[in-house]
């Protein structure tokens, strides 16, 4: 049997802030690559040649309720990217999901925009963009050592 919690998965941004305050619902943290990965040609005769694209940049956005204190956060490291980049510093991310041990690394960010304010009757999400230089993936696969199910799982 496999498990999953969102209680597993932990993101921090430059190595000391936890993101915290998610919003609702099953995609309250996505990142992808903005790139392709491969691109290729197909000659006259039929061939094909397979460019590999060493474009790692990608996007990765968060929901988060308007009580959030990671909201504060990021505001301030807007105010200092929009300094005139005096005071610019790229932003690292780091999400983990200790249970199934995958793992997103985002290195050499920037905040695109601020996100849409919104206020109401009831509490809102604030969808913040971040585009990395680079973005990585390690997706593991853990059952958790010494389960009965990933003994069996190891057997056959």
């Known amino acids: 049997m496999r498990v999953y919690a969102f209680g597993n998965v932990a993101a921090v941004l430059d190595e000391l802030h936890e993101v915290t305050g998610y919003g609702s619902g099953d995609d309250v943290i996505s990142a992808e ?5 491969a691109s290729h040609i197909m000659g006259a005769d039929g061939s094909m040649v397979v460019a ?3 474009d790692k940049s990608g996007v990765v956005k968060f929901k ?27 932003l690292s991310l780091r999400v ?7 793992v997103i690394i985002g290195i050499g960010g920037y905040l695109k925009k601020l996100p849409a304010l919104k206020r109401g009757e009831k509490p809102t999400e604030q969808e913040w963009e971040l585009v990395f230089q680079q973005l990585w993936f390690d997706l593991g696969d853990a059952m ?5 199910s990933a003994l069996l799982e190891g057997l056959g």
């Open 33 to 37: 690559r903005l790139a392709d990965g």
């Open 52 to 54: 590999i694209s060493s």
């Open 64 to 90: 988060l309720l308007q009580t959030s204190s990671t909201n504060r956060y990021l505001l301030q490291r807007h105010a200092l990217q929009e300094n005139l980049a005096k005071t610019f510093v790229p």
């Open 96 to 102: 983990t999901d200790v249970h199934r041990l995958d």
């Open 144 to 148: 958790g050592a010494g389960s009965p």
